[in-house]
């Protein structure tokens, strides 16, 4: 017998054309999602630049750009949920949401809790100088006045390096400091140094290399597999296609995707 396959494929195209390229509407069943047509996503929404609020009120930030993308791309409405950091994995397993956009860093013993899509950020220890320092590489910092955030991880990576080692109770006032020239530099997290730079338009620059690395990951709820394969597709294809980086460079000045991302474990 012979199927008449053009209706379903005319169908097909035409479905095409309507979403623009997009995927077809998400099935909830299929996706295993909260609510049908919606994605649900937790953020604290108070953690620049990761999520923050607009003048007028709007959520904005890193993982606000990434989850809104991520949204679009499965043809699903993006839903914010709102919640405090202590909460969102209480939360997470009574499916009030379907992850979390949190910055989250992704740990073995995280991994044992939830499933974490791909990880879809890269961070770490920076070293960050004045434009035109000699230090172009963490080795450099040997010999020289760093300042670091007091009983963090930063003081012992920069005495494992020789540096002179100066200590502030706020690391905003490290990063004065390395403005006026009284240290020669600050080690501290990447992506909140490239925001502080880029917001306020410093005259500091991060050498390439990084002293710490850590990705970020969604944490899902154990046990949705098509949603957390269907997160990883839109989020290697917008990295690819370079929509990532038009959305996170104007907030840090690049890209902070990462080069080898870590894998989910299904």
């Known amino acids: ?15 095409g054309l309507v979403t ?21 996503v937790a953020t604290e929404g108070t953690y620049p630049p990761f999520s923050m609020r607009t003048p007028d009120g709007q959520l904005d930030g890193l993982e606000i ?27 997470l397993a009574a499916d009030q949401y379907d992850f979390a956009s949190a910055a ?5 013993e995280r991994q044992k ?13 920076r070293v960050v100088t004045q434009k035109g320092s000699p230090i172009k590489t963490p080795a450099d910092i040997k010999g020289k006045t760093v300042g ?34 009284q240290i020669d530099a600050v080690i501290t997290d990447s992506i909140a140094a490239a925001y502080a730079i880029e917001a306020s338009k410093l005259p500091l620059v ?20 098509n949603l957390v394969k269907a997160v990883n597709k839109a989020l290697a294809d917008m990295i690819a296609d370079g929509t990532y980086a038009k959305l996170t ?5 690049y890209s902070p995707a990462p080069k080898d991302p870590i894998k989910t474990i299904f």
Request: net charge neutral; proline share 5%.
């Open 1 to 15: 017998m012979r199927l008449n396959l053009l209706p379903v494929l005319a169908a097909a195209l035409v479905g």
């Open 20 to 40: 623009g390229g997009l995927s077809a509407p998400a099935n909830a069943q299929q996706l295993e999602l909260v609510k049908p047509g919606a994605l649900l």
């Open 65 to 91: 750009r990434v989850a809104k993308e991520i949204a679009r791309r499965l043809n699903l409405t993006y839903e914010p949920v709102v919640i405090k950091w202590e909460a969102l994995l209480v939360g």
């Open 104 to 108: 989250m860093d992704i740990t073995a």
């Open 113 to 125: 809790q939830v499933m974490f899509a791909d990880g879809w950020l890269e961070s770490g220890g």
């Open 148 to 181: 670091v955030l007091v009983s963090s991880t930063w003081q012992k990576l920069a005495e494992e390096r020789g540096a002179t080692v100066k200590a502030y109770k706020a690391e905003s006032d490290a990063i004065q400091d390395l403005v006026n020239g």
């Open 206 to 225: 991060m050498v390439d290399d990084y002293l710490s690395h850590i990705q970020k990951g969604f944490p899902f709820k154990k046990g949705k597999p």
């Open 249 to 253: 460079t104007p907030l840090i000045g």
